[in-house]
């Protein structure tokens, strides 16, 4: 058996789990295996009832003396075992599953781990995990050891998932040679021993179910670096493809120096010094007969777009076709505002299509949507730019979409979520890294201010003022659009429930909009026209204005609940205001009040940049706060940590030594790693 064939193999497995595993995009023993623990429950202290310890956590075995179910007046129904080994024998309970009386038949072996608690002079066990042994010797996998605990997903348990990849293990280690997984090893070994790795085999078993922390940690190590080499590889490969593809045709740069020129001159405003660096990053890339594949990073309000506007002039002027795409329809509109006001003067025909609604020309010189634009009713035939914004990767399939039709455009990818270097070199190995780290001349700083509980009506006094005194506007973030059952309901603020409060008490006067996810796209396109068309002095709304939306009046950003966003994400909702030039303002209002809660808020407080933020908030909460759950597709990630940059050069280094020592047709399971690796990114895109 090879560990990439499907997981319909797998023993004593229904058709309805196998389905469940699916869902969970474990297609094949080598998915299976790679579904890796969160953490590990502590159940290997292994004690005779006669020396149970109140407050301990262990695993006991013995034989069930009697097992009965006892119904309350309340209508729970207990479950009581009588548990004895040659020591002694204690009482076991579990609540309301009747069914284990017969599962646990008096006669039977079995293995329990739990919490010893203490009632009157007994000892009894508080049950976390069972299993039933039926034979001497049996190997335990849910008590009497570390026990991986794995995330619950697609109504499938952690329990279920830790029997099967047990079963995976044995078919690694022991199956018959007809039933064993092959093809495992796939470094070449002398990668292997220069950077003193354990073997993958020893790795994924001791992974799942490790003999000690630090033998998990061990293998948890030797899986980053596979994870991150496969990553990086595949980058490379993709990189290096990208050299040998081509344009239809180059573009032409000297001969419309002048209308470049005159276009550049007529912006209403000078590029910066930054602007004009990367400006001339990208003009060197459509100089060359390989298609650009760059990457563009700025902070909100850099000017990312006006420089991606310069490279469609240059795309119109050579004769082709640019597309815009945009992860939203609210920035896609955003985007065709701001295009069609560039180029009002030129005779530059601009189209927006989006999932509901078509461009009004048939064959636009730029057309900007969303990724509607890569269905087959929008015209691609000359296509000489893709801009791409705000999207984690445009992946594999996409381009295979454009290369379909014959064409190799050049690529520019946008964003403005910050991402420290290093770490934006490790995701997009494969595209070249410039960076917009200036702002534009007279754009005042933002004022940010940390308020507390008994500031908040100064605060809301303060906003009235403003808006009266300076026509102002105001966006007032909430977490969460509705309140939830999970939630401490005193101290989330939701955006419907403020929204009514705040138009009915605080701001009775003042004309309140509201905002969410989960209008249709027609209602939040009219509530963001009327908002920027100054209908509305104050927009309550969730992170759904995070990207995108410019609204120059604005200038006072209110974040409740400011704890729960990840910096980077406070960063990006921060950038909505101080797009004009008038002096903007961000209030971070927070439910908690911890002392590392705030001197994370401070920080944010203290600082504009958006580089900074991100590497601060990587080392104190980890790449899934630095990202926010809205951007972690940038983070495909299973077992690695990019805030290991000693690994990240490790790994890097390994990867170059490959490429320049071995060919990829020599090296079989490698190749079949990175080519298993991006066909489920192509999955995923």
Not at 472 to 501: D, G
Request: hydrophobic share 40%; charged share 25%; glycine share 6%.
């Amino acid at each position: 058996m090879d560990i990439y064939d499907s997981i319909d193999s797998l023993p004593n497995t229904s058709s309805i789990t196998i389905r469940k595993l699916k869902l969970l995009e474990i297609a094949t023993y080598f998915d299976l295996l790679q579904y890796f623990p969160s953490r590990y429950e502590n159940f290997s202290l292994i004690s005779p009832i006669d020396r149970l310890q109140e407050g301990e956590i262990v695993t006991v075995k013995g034989k069930v003396v009697e097992s009965k179910n006892v119904y309350t007046k309340r209508g729970i129904t207990l479950q009581k075992v009588i548990l004895a080994d040659e020591t002694g024998q204690t009482e076991i309970v579990w609540y309301n599953q009747p069914y284990l009386v017969k599962t646990f038949s008096p006669g039977t072996t079995l293995a329990v781990a739990g919490l010893v608690k203490k009632f009157l002079s007994t000892f009894t066990l508080e049950p976390k995990e069972y299993e039933i042994l039926r034979y001497p010797e049996q190997p335990t996998i849910h008590t009497g050891r570390l026990v991986p605990i794995y995330p619950e997903k697609k109504g499938i348990s952690t329990k279920t998932v830790r029997e099967k990849i047990f079963k995976a293990i044995l078919l690694l280690k022991n199956g018959s040679p007809d039933k064993k997984l092959h093809n495992l090893e796939w470094l070449p070994q002398v990668l292997i021993d220069f950077n003193a790795l354990t073997s993958l085999e020893e790795a994924l078993e001791l992974v799942h179910f490790p003999t000690s922390p630090a033998t998990a940690e061990n293998a948890r190590s030797r899986l980053a670096f596979d994870e991150l080499f496969t990553m990086q590889l595949s980058s490379a490969l993709v990189k290096e493809q990208w050299k040998k593809d081509t344009v239809s045709l180059p573009f032409e740069i000297t001969r419309f120096k002048s209308e470049i020129d005159t276009f550049i001159q007529n912006l209403p405003f000078k590029l910066t010094a930054a602007q004009e660096r990367v400006y001339g990053e990208i003009l060197s890339d459509l100089l060359k007969k390989n298609p650009m594949n760059r990457f563009l990073q700025g902070d909100v309000g850099s000017g990312k777009t006006v420089v991606a506007a310069i490279g469609a002039y240059i795309s119109f002027l050579n004769g082709y076709q640019t597309l815009l795409m945009a992860p939203t329809e609210i920035l896609a509109h955003q985007h065709f505002a701001t295009i069609s006001k560039l180029f009002e003067s030129y005779k530059i025909t601009i189209g927006l299509q989006t999932g509901s609604k078509k461009s009004l020309h048939r064959h636009p010189d730029i057309l900007i949507g969303t990724h509607a634009l890569l269905t087959e009713s929008v015209s691609l035939e000359k296509i000489g730019l893709v801009v791409i914004d705000e999207q984690h990767r445009f992946g594999v399939a996409q381009r295979a979409k454009l290369k379909q039709k014959g064409m190799n455009p050049h690529l520019l990818t946008m964003t403005a979520t910050p991402i420290p270097r290093t770490i934006a070199l490790t995701l997009y190995g494969e595209l070249d890294l410039s960076v917009i780290d200036e702002f534009p001349a007279g754009r005042l700083p933002i004022k940010t201010f940390l308020t507390p509980k008994t500031k908040r009506d100064d605060a809301y006094a303060w906003i009235k003022t403003q808006i009266a005194e300076h026509k102002t506007q105001v966006f007032i973030i909430c977490p969460l659009i509705e309140e939830s059952e999970t939630e401490t309901l005193s101290s989330v603020r939701a955006a419907k429930k403020e929204y009514e409060f705040l138009k009915n008490t605080v701001f009775k006067n003042e004309n309140v909009g509201l905002l969410h996810g989960r209008m249709k796209g027609k209602e939040k396109e009219a509530m963001m026209r009327d908002f920027k068309d100054k209908k509305y002095d104050i927009l309550v709304s969730t992170s759904v204005v995070e990207v995108g939306i410019d609204v120059p009046n604005a200038t006072i950003m209110v974040i409740e609940g400011a704890e729960r966003y990840g910096l980077a994400q406070l960063h990006q909702l921060r950038g909505r205001v101080g797009r004009g030039e008038k002096q903007s303002y961000c209030l971070l209002f927070t439910s908690e009040g911890d002392e590392k809660m705030n001197s994370r808020l401070k920080f944010f407080a203290s600082t504009l940049s958006g580089i900074r933020l991100a590497e601060f908030d990587y080392k104190i909460r980890g790449p899934g706060a630095m990202f926010g759950t809205k951007q972690h597709g940038y983070l495909d990630l299973k077992i690695a940590d990019l805030s290991d940059f000693q690994l990240i050069s490790k790994v890097k280094n390994a990867v170059q030594y490959l490429l320049t020592h071995y060919k990829l047709e020599d090296l079989p399971e490698v190749k079949k790693r990175v080519e298993h690796y991006q066909i489920s990114q192509i999955a995923r895109d």
